[in-house]
């Protein structure tokens, strides 16, 4: 009877937690995938890139139309290297930053969402709001969850499958622990933004050199 009602206990918490998490999981997705527009390059990316090229190629381009296609060029070959849809302050702000060799390609990365313009602006700015430290902390929140939640289903498994069970756990375990790797990316990304940006408030003349070199490229074409 015993045994009964604690296989019963284990395979209700195991299911509960496991559809509570993944469907945190999941909005946590859709909201992630939402806030990122432009995505990883790939062949709709470079298809784009080889469209452009050819129309700049083409004799009959000419003045504003073909200074327009060239700063759609650099835009489009800065995404294709470096996955990150931006505008030209920010493109020239995030080479800089790439330049400087501090940080790793993935910490630059995960700062561009962060990386913000405005016209009022003198130079871009990074902003870390509400909304995104609330992502950032849900995100650890669901990537500790998911673990747990595998655990859970790993051990109900066990006891209502004891052949296979252990088999079948481990894979849904190791399922849970990859996917709260990806889903708990943002906290590390928000981690990453925060000293990078503390870093550039105390050299406040990187972002604005950067500014001015952009508005001196615009200014040239």
């Not at 109900?156 to 088999?167: E, M, N, R, S």
């Amino acid at each position: 009877m015993a045994a009964d009602w604690l296989d019963l206990l284990f395979t209700g918490l195991a299911g509960l937690s496991a559809f509570v998490t993944i469907a945190a999981a999941l909005a946590h997705a859709v909201v992630f995938l939402w806030r990122t527009p432009g995505g990883m390059p790939g062949l709709f990316s470079r298809g784009r890139l080889q469209a452009l090229a050819d129309m700049r190629d083409d004799p009959r381009t000419t003045g504003e139309l073909a200074i327009y296609l060239d700063s759609e060029l650099a835009l489009e070959k800065f995404r294709t290297a470096s996955g990150i849809s931006a505008n030209h302050q920010q493109m020239v702000a995030l080479m800089r930053l790439f330049r400087m060799g501090m940080w790793e390609r993935e910490e630059i990365r995960s700062l561009a969402r962060y990386l913000k313009v405005s016209p009022i602006w003198l130079c871009p700015r990074i902003e870390i709001g509400r909304p995104e430290q609330v992502e950032a902390i849900s995100a650890l929140v669901i990537g500790v969850a998911l673990p747990l939640s595998g655990a859970l289903v790993w051990a109900a498994l066990i006891l209502k499958l004891p052949i296979y069970g252990f088999l079948l756990g481990a894979l849904a375990f190791l399922f849970s622990v990859l996917l709260a790797g990806w889903v708990g990316k943002a906290w590390g990304d928000l981690r990453s933004a925060k000293r990078i940006k503390a870093y550039l408030d105390d050299h406040p003349h990187i972002l604005q050199s950067a500014a001015r070199a952009a508005s001196q490229v615009k200014a040239a074409a």
